[in-house]
């Protein structure tokens, strides 16, 4: 009797863990994730080493750690940004190719072109919202204007002679510029590149007079002492250029441009992928390290989920489609 109450309490012990360990391994199997099982494509739809390319690397490292998989930055460039919204558009919706969407795919494009590859509100599902990078009027620190208002009256002293460069046609670059003539009051000539770092190049060069960019391009020139930035097409100042003038201090509040990003998926996605990518993305935008890496790059974040991100979109297909209409912009 000793022997057998000597080894009956291990084996009650020993079958009371094996249970415990069963249900612990029932409950986390039966709560693993269906999604992502594998690697998860990020499609941003621009050059690599423009500005949302760099917003889109330090959000697709953290959501990696958040999934468990890793995130690849596909980048897709081309018409505006088109071709790679309609390659997302036209994914298999299982929230293994998400679109970085833009001010340019989700605002200014539905407007601009005629026939478009794919349904900007339609074809996607909105996630999130990442934030969105001012642009800054710059000229050529050597030989350009040194405010706005000396600017603006070498333009009227000399109309549809002064010229800036723009990403291309519709882009957000080219639609502050649009802005400032309307605001201003001034006619220029506008100069289209295939992307903001030809355009820059040629500020440089002396053979634009001034240029539209994002923060986070110009902001190194303007730190060199290269570029002259003067003003900033925000409501507010911006934090990496604190010394410089909103157009709105200026006298001209409707000259507001900012390029913009955020992430979706295709239309018909899975509810609970959706869920998943919402709750994933807004973690994301709440580490620190997240926050510092998009503000080094220029961005004021604006994190979105959901259906206020929806909104946000619907506004602004609506806001850019009619600046783009109402100046009868065209792809050049």
């Not at 415990?20 to 986390?28: E, F, K, P, Q």
């Not at 919204?85 to 989700?106: F, I, M, R």
């Amino acid at each position: 009797m000793a022997t057998h109450r000597t080894f009956s309490r291990p084996n009650g012990l020993c079958a009371a863990v094996l249970l415990a360990g069963s249900l612990v391994w029932g409950s986390v199997h039966a709560q693993a994730p269906k999604y992502a099982q594998r690697p998860v494509k990020m499609v941003v739809p621009f050059a690599a080493g423009g500005a949302i390319d760099a917003m889109a690397r330090p959000v697709a490292d953290a959501l990696g750690r958040e999934l468990g998989q890793t995130v690849i930055v596909d980048n897709k460039p081309g018409a505006a940004g088109n071709i790679g919204a309609a390659l997302v558009a036209k994914a298999p919706a299982d929230g293994y190719t998400l679109l970085v969407g833009t001010s340019a795919t989700h605002g200014a494009n539905p407007a601009m072109f005629a026939s478009l590859p794919y349904d900007a509100a339609a074809d996607f599902e909105p996630i999130s919202l990442w934030g969105a990078v001012p642009n800054v009027l710059v000229v050529n620190a050597a030989q350009g204007a040194r405010s706005v208002p000396e600017l603006i009256e070498a333009a009227r002293r000399e109309p549809g002679k002064l010229t800036y460069g723009s990403a291309g046609a519709g882009t957000s670059l080219h639609l502050a510029g649009v802005m400032f003539e309307k605001a201003a009051k001034v006619q220029l000539v506008h100069v289209p590149y295939k992307g903001g770092a030809p355009a820059s190049m040629d500020l440089l060069g002396g053979n634009t007079n001034m240029m539209f960019d994002t923060i986070s391009v110009a902001l190194p020139n303007v730190r060199a002492g290269k570029l002259r930035a003067l003003a900033v097409a925000a409501p507010e100042r911006h934090f990496a250029l604190p010394d410089v003038p909103t157009f709105a201090e200026l006298g001209l509040p409707s000259v507001e441009a900012a390029t913009w990003a955020g992430v979706f998926v295709p239309k018909g996605t899975p509810a609970a992928i959706v869920q998943e990518l919402n709750a994933a993305f807004a973690r994301v935008m709440a580490q620190k390290p997240v926050q510092d890496a998009l503000r080094a790059n220029g961005v004021q974040i604006q994190s979105l989920q959901g259906e206020r991100f929806r909104t946000f979109v619907n506004g602004e297909i609506k806001r850019w489609g009619a600046m783009v209409r109402e100046a009868k912009i065209t792809p050049e």
